[in-house]
């Protein structure tokens, strides 16, 4: 590449991170410029699912910022190699042969409904940790051993948890390992629909072609099919056809295999015959690596405490981890300033006042002591270790007060009380919850002790708890 192109690049990424930084990715400096002619900038881009992305997502962005960047008019377009034409067809099946030799040439229905793969969602940016390690190494193995180390391989676990990015590493690996595998990924609701269409119109051997003459067939959120009994019986008979030739079957679910209502039961004993595995929470060690990684894909830098304080915020799932991580990140660019902790907390909802101003939530302080006081407990007790009953009850109030009250995450609730783990003060938030709805002394209680509060609180604009119980 020329000083000249190399320089027109560096300023179109510059001109990109400022406006467009969502679509920024730290392998955007492996994109090569071939050159410049008639007003066409072409851009060589070897890896078929990243040059997918950029042909889908980043065209007219790349246009702008080439444009913006040499004060010329031309147009970007993403190419496979600087000899090749243009190649706009990069499909995920691109052979009209499977692997066992059969001809399956084209059928034209279905494919363009394809999902198509996010160059995200590989296993170099999967973290692992304690939550995900058991799927981590069978969506591995079950690439290296095409139909031969788990099949089917079922991966289950609540939203945002990284089913869908497991499922596509295995698709982007296998691409990648055996490139004439043919590899069918699609949702569950996209089978159904193409299921349905080729009822209606009579062309169910377009659809067994389609679906049976795969080598790896991946189907995300396969609990969709619950209740939808006629396209289980026709996914019973393609699994079954698939399986026997040994060829490969991976599905993800919200529940395990046993736990999706109204799914016949021959599908259930299907999916439990080969390797389930659940995908659980992360703990707060990934998801700090989980943000450092995201920060990196996006080529975003991030001081070290800001990682450590959103994830001892935000323990849900990993899509708000990365929402939080978008906003810091839109938050710094609207106000021209640099990532720091401050403003971290600032962007995620958390007023930060300068010193000695006053803010509108209770400080764990004010909690800790109108509890102190209100149980006559001692305040060493309530953090200590004893586990005697006059004191469990005040801590569990403690607990329930500061996830209504704060914005403080389980973590650090139970840091404040003893450096308590974050399932013992979800305990304490569910016990108080429960027993006060039957409870009519402790629900007086603990009105009397949000009333005064509500009082105490140095600013009264703060009328709506700001936690979540
Ligand atoms: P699900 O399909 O389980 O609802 P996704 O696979 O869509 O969840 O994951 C949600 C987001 O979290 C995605 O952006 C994904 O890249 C990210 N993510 C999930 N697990 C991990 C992980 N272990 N490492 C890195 N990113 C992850
Ligand atoms: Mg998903």
């Given at each position: 590449m020329s000083m000249a192109d190399q320089e027109l690049q560096q300023k179109m990424y510059a001109y990109l991170r400022r406006h467009h930084p969502e679509v920024c990715r730290h392998w955007f400096d492996q994109i090569k410029i071939a050159g410049v002619e008639g007003g066409l900038l072409r851009l060589v881009v070897n890896e078929p699912v990243r040059l997918k992305y950029l042909q889908r997502a980043c065209v007219a962005l790349f246009t702008e910022a080439a444009q913006a960047a040499s004060g010329r008019l031309m147009t970007v377009r993403f190419v496979a190699s600087d000899v090749e034409k243009v190649d706009t067809s990069v499909k995920l099946d691109r052979s009209s042969k499977n692997s066992l030799g059969e001809d399956v040439s084209e059928t034209p229905i279905l494919l363009d409904e394809q999902l198509l793969l996010s160059p995200d969602y590989c296993f170099d940016a999967f973290v692992v940790g304690p939550g995900n390690r058991l799927a981590h190494a069978a969506a591995v193995a079950v690439t290296s051993k095409l139909g031969r180390a788990y099949n089917p391989f079922f991966v289950h676990g609540a939203v945002g948890l990284g089913k869908t990015h497991l499922l596509q590493s295995i698709c982007q690996s296998t691409l990648r390992n055996q490139p004439s595998a043919r590899i069918l990924y699609i949702s569950c609701n996209t089978f159904m629909d193409a299921f349905l269409e080729c009822v209606k119109v009579g062309r169910m051997s377009d659809f067994r072609n389609r679906f049976r003459n795969v080598d790896l067939l991946v189907i995300d959120d396969i609990h969709f099919l619950s209740k939808r009994e006629q396209t289980q019986e026709e996914f019973f008979h393609t699994f079954n056809m698939l399986h026997q030739s040994g060829r490969q079957i991976v599905l993800s679910s919200d529940a395990a295999p046993s736990d999706i209502p109204d799914l016949e039961e021959r599908l259930v004993s299907r999916f439990n015959s080969g390797l389930v595995a659940r995908i659980d929470r992360p703990c707060y060690e990934t998801r700090v690596s989980i943000l450092k990684a995201k920060a990196k894909l996006h080529d975003l830098v991030l001081p070290e405490d800001v990682p450590a304080y959103v994830a001892a915020r935000i323990d849900s799932n990993i899509r708000e981890?990365?929402?939080?991580?978008?906003?810091?990140?839109?938050?710094?660019?609207?106000?021209?300033?640099?990532?720091?902790?401050?403003?971290?907390?600032?962007?995620?909802?958390?007023?930060?006042?300068?010193?000695?101003?006053?803010?509108?939530?209770?400080?764990?302080?004010?909690?800790?002591?109108?509890?102190?006081?209100?149980?006559?407990?001692?305040?060493?007790?309530?953090?200590?270790?004893?586990?005697?009953?006059?004191?469990?009850?005040?801590?569990?109030?403690?607990?329930?007060?500061?996830?209504?009250?704060?914005?403080?995450?389980?973590?650090?609730?139970?840091?404040?009380?003893?450096?308590?783990?974050?399932?013992?003060?979800?305990?304490?938030?569910?016990?108080?919850?429960?027993?006060?709805?039957?409870?009519?002394?402790?629900?007086?209680?603990?009105?009397?002790?949000?009333?005064?509060?509500?009082?105490?609180?140095?600013?009264?604009?703060?009328?709506?708890?700001?936690?979540?119980?």
């Amino acid at each position: 590449m020329s000083m000249a192109d190399q320089e027109l690049q560096q300023k179109m990424y510059a001109y990109l991170r400022r406006h467009h930084p969502e679509v920024c990715r730290h392998w955007f400096d492996q994109i090569k410029i071939a050159g410049v002619e008639g007003g066409l900038l072409r851009l060589v881009v070897n890896e078929p699912v990243r040059l997918k992305y950029l042909q889908r997502a980043c065209v007219a962005l790349f246009t702008e910022a080439a444009q913006a960047a040499s004060g010329r008019l031309m147009t970007v377009r993403f190419v496979a190699s600087d000899v090749e034409k243009v190649d706009t067809s990069v499909k995920l099946d691109r052979s009209s042969k499977n692997s066992l030799g059969e001809d399956v040439s084209e059928t034209p229905i279905l494919l363009d409904e394809q999902l198509l793969l996010s160059p995200d969602y590989c296993f170099d940016a999967f973290v692992v940790g304690p939550g995900n390690r058991l799927a981590h190494a069978a969506a591995v193995a079950v690439t290296s051993k095409l139909g031969r180390a788990y099949n089917p391989f079922f991966v289950h676990g609540a939203v945002g948890l990284g089913k869908t990015h497991l499922l596509q590493s295995i698709c982007q690996s296998t691409l990648r390992n055996q490139p004439s595998a043919r590899i069918l990924y699609i949702s569950c609701n996209t089978f159904m629909d193409a299921f349905l269409e080729c009822v209606k119109v009579g062309r169910m051997s377009d659809f067994r072609n389609r679906f049976r003459n795969v080598d790896l067939l991946v189907i995300d959120d396969i609990h969709f099919l619950s209740k939808r009994e006629q396209t289980q019986e026709e996914f019973f008979h393609t699994f079954n056809m698939l399986h026997q030739s040994g060829r490969q079957i991976v599905l993800s679910s919200d529940a395990a295999p046993s736990d999706i209502p109204d799914l016949e039961e021959r599908l259930v004993s299907r999916f439990n015959s080969g390797l389930v595995a659940r995908i659980d929470r992360p703990c707060y060690e990934t998801r700090v690596s989980i943000l450092k990684a995201k920060a990196k894909l996006h080529d975003l830098v991030l001081p070290e405490d800001v990682p450590a304080y959103v994830a001892a915020r935000i323990d849900s799932n990993i899509r708000e981890l990365e929402g939080a991580l978008t906003k810091i990140r839109g938050f710094a660019l609207a106000m021209g300033r640099p990532i720091n902790l401050d403003l971290a907390k600032e962007a995620l909802g958390v007023v930060v006042l300068a010193p000695g101003s006053k803010i509108n939530q209770p400080s764990m302080q004010t909690i800790l002591d109108s509890v102190v006081r209100y149980y006559d407990v001692k305040l060493t007790d309530l953090v200590g270790k004893r586990r005697h009953k006059s004191v469990v009850l005040p801590r569990q109030v403690c607990m329930w007060l500061a996830r209504r009250h704060t914005r403080y995450s389980l973590e650090e609730i139970g840091g404040y009380l003893g450096g308590r783990d974050h399932t013992t003060v979800l305990h304490a938030v569910r016990t108080v919850t429960a027993r006060s709805t039957m409870d009519d002394s402790l629900r007086a209680d603990v009105a009397r002790l949000e009333e005064g509060l509500t009082k105490n609180q140095d600013l009264k604009t703060a009328s709506q708890p700001v936690g979540k119980v």
